[in-house]
């Protein structure tokens, strides 16, 4: 897969009340068309006024769960980013309410590709999350303590890796 051809030119969201990390992701996706966002109330107005192929949401600091029932109900997927957000909690809750994607501000350099990702997953009309845990699972097991952390809660992580959006 070749990240930058799959966005090349497509109209994404960004949301982060950090405007280092937005920075950071604006150099990651410049081959991308980007808005971008510090509050809560500047994405909720973008998502509620424009159409983007993914939306990027940090959880804290913007009130994130909150534009992603916004994207959700627009029918954008999103990617919640986070790094004080970083829990087996947050990643379900995550899951539960729609996002396509969770991905570590640890892994930012790799943004291209989650986002090249979810694009694709949509597009093919499959789950990003197979994706997910093909590329950080193990990032995760190391996080939450080993593997067993996805076997409590194994019934729901085999339905949103096979599910169909």
Same mark, same amino acid.
Request: charge should be negative; hydrophobic fraction near 40%.
């Given at each position: 897969m070749d990240p930058q051809k799959i966005i090349s030119g497509k109209r994404i969201l960004i949301v982060d009340d950090e405007q280092d990390i937005l920075d950071t992701l604006a150099e990651l996706l410049k081959m991308?068309?980007?808005d971008t966002a510090t509050t809560f109330e500047e994405g909720q107005k973008l998502l509620q006024e424009n159409l983007y192929e993914a939306a990027i949401l940090d959880i804290m600091g913007v009130k994130g769960f909150?534009?992603?029932a916004i994207a959700t109900q627009r029918g954008i997927p999103a990617l919640m980013l986070t790094a004080h957000a970083l829990s087996e909690e947050s990643l379900k809750k995550s899951a539960e309410q729609g996002a396509s994607?969770?991905? $570590?501000?640890?892994k930012i350099n790799d943004i291209a590709v989650f986002v090249a990702d979810v694009i694709e997953a949509k597009e093919n009309q499959k789950s990003a999350w197979i994706k997910v845990f093909e590329r950080l699972g193990h990032f995760y097991d190391h996080k939450f303590?080993? $593997?067993d952390w996805r076997k409590k809660e194994q019934a729901f992580w085999e339905k949103r890796t096979r599910m169909l959006r």
């Amino acid at each position: 897969m070749d990240p930058q051809k799959i966005i090349s030119g497509k109209r994404i969201l960004i949301v982060d009340d950090e405007q280092d990390i937005l920075d950071t992701l604006a150099e990651l996706l410049k081959m991308c068309k980007l808005d971008t966002a510090t509050t809560f109330e500047e994405g909720q107005k973008l998502l509620q006024e424009n159409l983007y192929e993914a939306a990027i949401l940090d959880i804290m600091g913007v009130k994130g769960f909150d534009l992603l029932a916004i994207a959700t109900q627009r029918g954008i997927p999103a990617l919640m980013l986070t790094a004080h957000a970083l829990s087996e909690e947050s990643l379900k809750k995550s899951a539960e309410q729609g996002a396509s994607y969770y991905a $570590p501000k640890d892994k930012i350099n790799d943004i291209a590709v989650f986002v090249a990702d979810v694009i694709e997953a949509k597009e093919n009309q499959k789950s990003a999350w197979i994706k997910v845990f093909e590329r950080l699972g193990h990032f995760y097991d190391h996080k939450f303590g080993g $593997p067993d952390w996805r076997k409590k809660e194994q019934a729901f992580w085999e339905k949103r890796t096979r599910m169909l959006r």
